[in-house]
């Protein structure tokens, strides 16, 4: 592969958004731009490179093997552009994951930093748990996620740092017709003999269903079987009302028609949240966040944990470490 005398940087962004979504228009959609002038940018890099970078036919695209080798230069070339561009407080939008709409902990820290650095543009969506936002962040498709730290591949949280945020008492999502729902606590001991749905066969969500696996066990809980995956609060609430399976939650847990959320004692599981990040990223709302997390899990006792409590041994490992 000749080498320029030089390249614009946005030619590799547009390189780098191809060869991680493999989609033309998925790529383009990602930069906020058109299709048309995403193609241009890749081919006007291929030019300059002379060299092609990717196969295109009808039903794919793959990245050849200059491609390939180029993918790890240009990634290490935008990061350090960012870290420039965020020295001087001219950011791009830093995209960060809150897994649902309906929970507390990650929005409320968001809002928070956007007060902290309203100059930033933190872009929020509402896609995945930690698992499944972990590849992206790795990836650098996105930047910032919340959730269980430990539940992690380790070889995923190598490339990984995290702030721990909050222990979050955990709670059952029950029928409100059921025998349980009557009571203002649940005692774990209760649960013996019920079925409780935790996301089984969920790949997103592998770290939640680990942490229910814990919990249950000698516990006789049963963990419920997998079920059509559902997008969308809507679909969830269908088909948690047609299997009528308790679910395993957090206090902070969205309503649910139908249903009561009654929170778990005798212990008190603990659910440990984390603030999740590539290593290396340097970015102002990156910072923001992190002040914000620290503000308010100072303010509201987040990282304060009952003594009656229960949480895996490598989680209070893993949250400790990073304090």
Not at 27 to 41: E, G
Not at 59 to 84: K, N, S, Y
Not at 180 to 200: F, I
Not at 261 to 268: A, G, I, S
Request: net charge neutral; hydrophobic share 45%; charged share 25%.
């Amino acid at each position: 592969m000749p080498a320029p005398a030089s390249l614009d940087p946005r030619l590799l962004r547009a390189f780098v958004a191809v060869a991680e979504e493999l989609h033309f228009t998925r790529a383009a959609a990602r930069l906020y731009i058109a299709q048309q002038a995403l193609s241009r940018d890749v081919r006007r890099l291929e030019r300059e490179l002379g060299t092609e970078l990717f196969v295109r036919t009808t039903r794919q695209v793959t990245l050849t093997a200059d491609g390939e080798r180029l993918l790890p230069h240009a990634r290490r070339v935008l990061a350090a552009q960012d870290g420039l561009l965020a020295a001087f407080g001219q950011a791009r939008p830093l995209l960060v994951d809150l897994n649902s709409a309906g929970l507390v902990t990650g929005r409320r820290v968001l809002h928070r930093a956007r007060e902290l650095a309203p100059d930033c543009e933190l872009m929020a969506r509402y896609e995945s748990g930690l698992t499944g936002a972990a590849a992206e962040l790795l990836a650098g498709r996105l930047d910032a996620s919340f959730g269980r730290f430990a539940g992690l591949d380790p070889a995923l949280r190598s490339g990984l740092e995290q702030q721990p945020v909050r222990y979050e008492p955990m709670a059952v999502v029950l029928p409100e017709d059921h025998p349980l729902a009557a009571r203002p606590e649940v005692p774990l001991a209760a649960l013996a003999g019920e079925t409780v749905y935790a996301g089984a066969g969920n790949p997103r969500t592998r770290e939640w269903t680990d942490l229910a696996l814990h919990l249950f066990e000698g516990r006789g809980i049963r963990l419920a079987s997998p079920v059509p995956l559902a997008v969308g609060d809507e679909e969830f609430e269908r088909i948690m009302a047609k299997t009528r399976n308790l679910i395993l939650a957090v206090v902070d847990f969205p309503a649910m028609p139908r249903s009561v959320l009654r929170p778990l004692v005798d212990p008190v599981p603990l659910s440990p949240v984390s603030l999740v990040w590539r290593k290396g990223l340097v970015h102002p709302g990156l910072d923001a966040l992190r002040r914000a997390a620290t503000e308010i899990a100072g303010a509201a006792g987040w990282l304060r944990r009952p003594a009656d409590r229960w949480i895996p041994a490598i989680d209070e490992d893993v949250m400790s470490v990073h304090k």
